[in-house]
Nanobody, 126 residues
Framework: QVDLLESGGDSVQAGGSLRLSCATS????????MAWFRQAPGKEREAVTT???????YYADSAKVRFTISADNTKKILHLQMTNLKPEDTAVYYC????????????????????WGQGTQVTVSS
């Protein structure tokens, strides 16, 4: 069992930055595939970025350049640094985890992940 708890969501102006965190507990944090997903109102939950236990990463096109995922293995915390935020980044952001698998950094999908946090709201106003 892995428990995930996100924090850091907020309301910001376009162009601003936020840092989301996901505190993990349980015995399956390492090795792992961990991810940030987001879900905007009326839309499907989509993968934003992932990181595997070797530090390799995946970014959705919308997140490339502006977002950075990082994992503090000692503190068991996953971070998502978001810069130059846009109104279309408005969504509930979810932390997710699973055991390592081949699609972790190539084609992560919502249905592949078995552990989820409760989500944190990010609102970007223009």
């Amino acid at each position: 069992q892995v428990d995930l708890l996100e924090s850091g969501g907020d309301s910001v102006q376009a162009g601003g930055s936020l840092r989301l965190s996901c505190a993990t507990s349980g015995d399956t944090y390492n090795p792992y595939c961990m991810a940030w997903f987001r879900q905007a109102p009326g839309k499907e939950r989509e993968a934003v970025t992932t990181i595997d236990n070797n530090g390799r990463t995946y970014y959705a096109d919308s997140a490339k350049v502006r977002f950075t995922i990082s994992a503090d293995n000692t503190k068991k915390i996953l971070h998502l640094q978001m810069t130059n935020l846009k109104p279309e980044d408005t969504a509930v952001y979810y932390c997710a985890a699973r055991y390592p698998y081949s699609r972790c950094i190539t084609d992560p999908r919502r249905g592949d992940f078995m552990y989820w946090g409760q989500g944190t709201q990010v609102t970007v106003s223009s």
